[in-house]
């Protein structure tokens, strides 16, 4: 069967027959097929064995016909290699054994390796490679500032406040440790082009909790290198963050072929502030997949009407999929991006 790409064309900004569709967080809690897997196995386990991570990877390309698959993993992987603990707690999110707080710390963490240390990510691109062929592969990793939220704080937050702190009292911790991530993260990007991903995002999720100043100066630098780390193999690199709309500009700066939209601002506004010499990903809000479909039918046709039929545009939410979404309304976004598009929208 021939591989449909019509996501990898967008994303290079060439026209495609019909506007492809995938979704952030497509495998998960939501599909009863991956919570029979997580009956058996935690999502370390799931990550670590590269067969049933691919299983996984490939659960919603089966069940709801996107134009791409991402792989199953995590982007807190990386902390166990570097020695810092990784666990999570039912109902707690991720939890970190050993946060990062001084000098000391940044230096205690280990030399990393990503095609040795983290084998397993590596060999479920290799499988998915080798069966996958029917829809590109999209590997990922966290933006440094977003893991390093989750590295100083020591799990999920909504203030970010021992984060600012350490970078308003002490930036030279803070620095080196965003040195030493943008290394760590580089390096895990640039293995799993070679593995065989033919497009990675870089997830910086939290990001708008920052200024656009304090961006600038505490992020972007180290953002950048690993967009252009990525960049430099050749395969389109998607930058993605929430709660961005101020940040845009600067993001472009940072890198990435594609720019990820939140909903919290229209796809044509984004679009013509990040400008159209890039591609943009977005941005259904996830909480509409809970509505009605009549309801989810206008707000489908709104973001495809605001893409203008430009090329570049790639349909997906503007975060990943919450828990207990219904599938058929997932499906039911498939299949209406595909046919609204299918004909050329009116402006
Ligand atoms: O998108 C996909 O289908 C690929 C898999 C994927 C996971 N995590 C699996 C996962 C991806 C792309 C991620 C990225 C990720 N992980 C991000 C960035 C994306 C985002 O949503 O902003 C972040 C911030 C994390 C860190 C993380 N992992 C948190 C905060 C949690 C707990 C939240 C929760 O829902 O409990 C996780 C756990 C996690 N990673 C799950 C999945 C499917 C939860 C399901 C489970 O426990 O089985």
Redesign the pocket.
Known sequence: MEINDRFLRACRREPVDITPVWF??????YMAE?RAI?EKYS?IEICQHPEIAAEVTMQ?VRALGVDAA???????LPVIPLGLGLE?AKGE??MIASPVRTLDDVHAMKPFDAESDLRYVMDAIRILRGTLNVVPLIG?C?APF?VAS?IIEGG?SREFLKTKTMMYSTPEIFHALMEKLAAVLSDYLVAQIRAGAQAVQV?D??IGALSPSDYEMFVLPYSQKVLKAAEAMNVPVIHFG?NTTMLLPLMKRAGGSVLGLDWRLPLDDGWRIIGYDRAVQGNLDPAILFAPLSEIKKRVHDILRRAEGRPGHIFNLG??IL?HTPVDHVKAVVDLVHEYSAVKVEV
């Open positions: 952030m967080r497509q495998a998960g809690r991956y997580r999502l919603p991402i792989l199953f993993a995590d982007i807190l999570f999110g991720p990922f966290g977003t989750y999920s997830f999720s939290w929430t975060h990943g828990q």
